[in-house]
């Protein structure tokens, strides 16, 4: 199964500021088929960017996402309050699909 | 607009057997798409338990595989989970979900529903 390592655990910024999430993987992932959530307390998770780069619908384009292989980073150009909460990736091109151990975005 | 709503006992007993029900309204599952359950312990992160196809084709997790029964009925439009020999571990808020796969743009999550194993 392929291991998805997420860095840092919690980032602390400040709204305005830009986030970079870390996600990597233990082999490739096929297709680049990479998924980023969000999730935040007593909700279901929210897709944000399918196939490493595409964003779902009606996601705010200050969201993006990059990489190929086992690299992959979701960017937040400039943090709205809004945007605190906790990152996931996932792996969907292999089975089992598997997610990160998630990113905690906080507010400095 | 598809939703998903996950039903069943939010406590269970140790040894036991944990059964959800998934009700999907908005889209027939016949139509296609993988369903699914994630569970996520208090407090930490997502596992993937498994997954069915509207033909009865079945994918587990294979940590769980030997305790997982994922089942389909195209006519209630709706799919079920059973988890057996629980213990305090399998203590989750558990989803449902139409799974994002590969060619799809989207994927559609319950609520989710707090499932405790104890006596």
């Known amino acids: 199964e392929i291991v998805l390592t997420q860095s840092p655990g919690t980032l602390s910024l400040s709204p305005g500021e830009r986030a970079t999430l870390s996600c990597r993987a233990s082999?490739?992932?096929?297709?680049?088929?990479l998924a980023w959530y969000q999730q935040k307390p007593g909700q279901a998770p929210r897709l944000l960017i399918y196939?490493?780069?595409s964003r779902a619908t009606g996601i705010p384009d200050r969201f993006s996402g990059s990489g190929s292989g086992t690299d992959f980073t979701l960017t937040i150009s400039r943090l709205e309050p809004e945007d605190f909460a906790v990152y996931y990736c996932?792996?969907?091109?292999?089975?089992?699909?598997?997610f990160g151990q998630g990113t905690k975005l906080e507010i400095k | 607009q598809v939703q998903l709503q996950e039903s069943g006992p939010g406590l269970v007993k140790p040894s036991e057997t944990l059964s959800l029900t998934c009700g999907v309204s908005?889209?027939?599952?016949?139509?296609?798409?993988?369903w699914g359950w994630i569970r996520q312990p208090p407090g930490k992160g997502l596992e993937w338990i498994g997954s069915?196809?509207?033909?009865?084709?079945?994918y587990y997790n294979p940590s769980l595989k030997s305790r997982v029964t994922i089942s389909v009925d195209t006519s209630r439009n709706q799919f079920s989970l059973k988890l057996s020999s629980v213990t305090a571990a399998d203590t989750a808020v558990y989803y449902c979900?139409?799974?994002?796969?590969?060619?799809?743009?989207?994927?559609?999550w319950g609520q989710g529903t707090l499932v405790t194993v104890s006596s």
């Open positions: 082999q490739s992932v096929s297709g680049s088929y």
């Open positions: 979900v139409r799974l994002l796969i590969v060619g799809a743009t989207t994927d559609y």
């Open positions: 908005g889209y027939s599952i016949s139509s296609g798409y993988y």
């Open positions: 996932q792996q969907y091109g292999s089975s089992p699909r598997t």
């Open positions: 069915v196809y509207h033909s009865g084709i079945t």
């Open positions: 196939t490493a780069s």
